[in-house]
């Protein structure tokens, strides 16, 4: 059974920086690709980045290229989400997903989730 424990996310203020992180375990979760969903109240998840465990090739929402950089620590099963300029609009719980391919933008095609972790951007 694949889990997935996400683990960073607080309360910042805009301009801030923050880095999530994504503890994986058990069989086969480096299948494919990891990535991070967001949701924000009210509203439906959607895909922010993801990344191609062997590999490490990346792939990311329009709306956070440039400031939001993911990466994986193979020796540690961790995915990161380092955040940069963070924005009141960054506000959300953020989720680590496993299962996916790269280019997989829509949750229903990633089968394993982490339980998620609240960020906070206040303006």
């Known amino acids: 059974q694949v889990q997935l424990v996400e683990s960073g996310g607080r309360l910042v203020q805009a301009g801030d920086s923050l880095t999530l992180s994504c503890a994986a375990s058990?069989?086969?979760?480096?299948?494919?690709?990891m990535a991070w969903f967001r949701q924000a109240p009210g509203k439906e998840r959607v895909f922010v980045a993801s990344?191609?465990?062997?590999?490490?090739?990346?792939y990311y929402a329009d709306s956070v290229q440039g400031r939001f950089t993911i990466s994986r620590d193979k020796a540690k099963n961790t995915v990161l989400l380092q955040m940069n300029r963070l924005q009141p609009e960054d506000t959300a719980v953020y989720y680590c997903?496993?299962?996916?391919?790269?280019?997989?933008?829509?949750?229903?095609?990633?089968?394993?989730w982490g339980q998620g972790t609240q960020v906070t951007v206040s303006s």
């Open positions: 997903a496993a299962g996916g391919g790269l280019l997989n933008t829509r949750p229903v095609l990633y089968p394993y």
């Open positions: 058990g069989p086969s979760f480096g299948e494919g690709a």
């Open positions: 990344i191609r465990w062997r590999e490490g090739t990346t």
